[in-house]
T-cell receptor, first 116, second 113 residues
Framework: GAVVSQHPSRVICKSGTSVKIECRSL??????MFWYRQFPKKSLMLMAT?????????EQGVEKDKFLINHASLTLSTLTVTSAHPEDSSFYIC????????????FGNGTRLTVT | RKEVEQDPGPFNVPEGATVAFNCTYS??????FFWYRQDCRKEPKLLMS???SGNEDGRFTAQLNRASQYISLLIRDSKLSDSATYLC??????????????FGSGTQLTVLP
């Protein structure tokens, strides 16, 4: 079964609105989670590293005020796309790994965002 | 130069064929390597880790060549259900979390009946 849950799986919103995406580790603690974005027929691009109890680390070119990340507990990270525009339409995927383990990362089921 | 490069394909092969994918990485300090499978409009799922000595899981064989900085995936006796995009992933490990992965662009495979 899924070990990382992401919600919602699909969202359609109007330009200018904000959308929150949740990523939960279901049966393990994850001090670090990762947020990726994937455009059609392209690879996953790391947006930011979410750190429990501290600020997220953003990749170059990713606006931290545009993509707000909150990692308030050891099992939950949220990504909020603020003032969404059509160019933000994409597939957003989170991943997490068990804290203190070198086991491979598990991915959430992804959120397909469409901004109209 | 991209940190991780893959041939995007597409690879169209008949059922039962053997197909191989390569993935090159630029950072010689890369520490761990993986192959993921991604079905259309779904999240990536781990197919297998890649170990220095090479490893096999059923019809799938992964190899790592540190000297030439590439990893490979071999699929034998391909099935229709193998049709997907195959992503290689590398742990660069030079910044941030050691668990942070960089992905190749993916290689699309279609197995034909």
């Amino acid at each position: 079964g899924a070990v990382v849950s992401q919600h919602p799986s699909r969202v359609i919103c109007k330009s200018g609105t904000s959308v929150k995406i949740e990523c939960r580790s279901l049966d393990f603690q994850a001090t670090t989670m990762f947020w990726y974005r994937q455009f059609p027929k392209k690879s996953l691009m790391l947006m930011a590293t979410s750190n429990e109890g501290s600020k997220a680390t953003y990749e170059q070119g990713v606006e931290k005020d545009k993509f707000l990340i909150n990692h308030a507990s050891l099992t939950l990270s949220t990504l909020t796309v603020t003032s969404a525009h059509p160019e933000d339409s994409s597939f957003y995927i989170c991943s997490a790994g068990r804290t203190g383990s070198n086991s491979p990362l598990h991915f959430g089921n992804g959120t397909r965002l469409t901004v109209t | 130069r991209k940190e991780v490069e893959q041939d995007p394909g597409p690879f169209n092969v008949p059922e039962g064929a053997t197909v191989a994918f390569n993935c090159t990485y630029s950072n010689s300090a890369s520490q761990s390597f993986f192959w993921y499978r991604q079905d259309c409009r779904k999240e990536p799922k781990l197919l297998m880790s890649v170990y220095s000595s090479g490893n096999e899981d059923g019809r799938f064989t992964a190899q790592l060549n540190r000297a030439s900085q590439y990893i490979s995936l071999l699929i034998r006796d391909s099935k229709l259900s193998d049709s997907a995009t195959y992503l290689c992933a590398v742990n660069i490990g030079v910044r941030g979390s050691a668990r942070q992965l960089t992905f190749g662009s993916g290689t699309q495979l279609t197995v034909l009946p």
